[in-house]
């Protein structure tokens, strides 16, 4: 189901942003096996699956964090887990994870046939370089213009810099735009940098869009071209 609570001009939209975990890709497994590794090679008990999911969003240092029990772990502890995941993870980052099904046809609906209508970019919080290895794994490459990760600025969503970084580089002024996430965290990116936007409820945290008040809610990835007036 498509619900509209702020409506905008499809037809205005020149530049769509898409989140990655939880949005393109369901690559929990893979972040989970990960997380879990790295609380095995540090001595700490295992968090089941949904609670790991629960924490994706906010990049790798906060996903470890987090895992690690919040702020009051102490920086040597945090350091380790976290570079022992992000070696884990290199390496296990295509084990089980696959596009949703659905995405690569809404991806090309949104595009437009000739490629030109509409740029697609990629920010994610995500480290860049595994990042872009898996959208170019699984064959989502030819659609993006840009794949930034939680590395690629000084600063990660949702501060408006990548988003707005993607913008200018695009030449395309931010009424013009619209970001597509499963958390707050793109729905604020969104708010913060003048973006409409698109919350999708089929991936990691959906319990935290409510909150975050997105112009429009899907239910399924077939339903983004919709969004767009492409079915």
Do not use: C
Not at 143 to 161: I, L, R
Not at 189 to 194: D, E, K, M, S, Y
């Amino acid at each position: 189901m498509i619900r509209t609570l702020r409506a905008f001009d499809p037809h205005s939209v020149k530049l769509v942003i898409f989140d990655l975990d939880g949005t393109l890709i369901d690559s929990r497994l893979d972040l989970v096996h990960s997380v879990n590794a790295a609380l095995r090679h540090i001595q700490r008990p295992e968090l089941p699956e949904h609670v790991i999911a629960s924490y994706v969003g906010d990049g790798a240092p906060v996903l470890i964090q987090r895992a690690l029990g919040g702020k009051a772990v102490d920086e040597t502890t945090l350091r380790r887990g976290l570079e022992f995941f992000l070696s884990y993870y290199r390496e296990h980052k295509l084990d089980h994870t696959t596009v949703y099904q659905g995405i690569a046809q809404a991806l090309a609906a949104i595009q437009g046939s000739n490629g030109a209508r509409r740029k697609l970019a990629v920010l994610t919080n995500k480290p860049v370089n595994p990042s872009r290895a898996i959208v170019d794994a699984l064959g989502l490459g030819q659609f993006f213009a840009q794949v930034y990760g939680g590395n690629s600025f000084p600063t990660k969503k949702p501060d408006p810099e990548g988003a707005q970084k993607i913008l200018a580089e695009n030449g395309i002024g931010a009424e013009h735009a619209v970001i597509v996430g499963d958390s707050h965290t793109d729905i604020e990116t969104g708010h913060n940098a003048g973006l409409w936007t698109i919350g999708v409820t089929y991936g990691f945290a959906p319990q935290t869009l409510a909150d975050a008040h997105p112009d429009v809610i899907v239910d399924y990835p077939q339903e983004l071209a919709a969004v767009f007036g492409k079915r």
